[in-house]
Every structure is written in structure tokens, then in C-alpha cells.
């Protein structure tokens, strides 16, 4: 006959287990797919776009070409 600390260490073994698999199962029911939302739409440079990717006065930075 097994012994009452066995089966209590026998039973919170097996619930540890079960609320892992259903945490785990819950993870990847709620995480979005990687860059599902990530998009971008490019269009044409304007002068008025290139304007603000000048450097701020007094950087030694250079401004792109």
C-alpha cells in the first residue's frame, strides 16, 4: 500500500504537468502570428519627405543622398 506522502507527491506532480500543458495551450491560442501585422506601403520620395531627413544644425553627421 503506498504511502500518503507518494501520492500526494503523485498527484501534484500530475497537476503541475496538466496546468503547464493548459497554460502552454493557452500561449499559443492568444500569440498572433510573428509580423502578421506588419506592413508597409512605400511610395515615390518627395522633396518635402527628404526635407525632414536633413541633419539638425551643428551635427557632423551627413545628410543622405
Do not use: H, W, Y
Not at 10 to 38: C, H, W, Y
Amino acid at each position: 500500500m503506498a504511502k500518503l506522502n507518494q501520492i500526494i507527491a503523485v498527484t501534484k506532480g500530475v497537476k503541475a504537468q496538466t496546468t503547464r500543458e493548459f497554460v502552454d495551450a493557452q500561449r499559443n491560442i492568444q500569440k498572433a502570428p510573428m509580423l502578421s501585422g506588419i506592413s508597409a506601403a512605400t511610395s515615390r520620395r518627395t522633396r518635402r519627405v527628404s526635407s525632414f531627413r536633413r541633419s539638425p544644425p551643428g551635427s557632423r553627421c551627413r545628410p543622405p543622398t
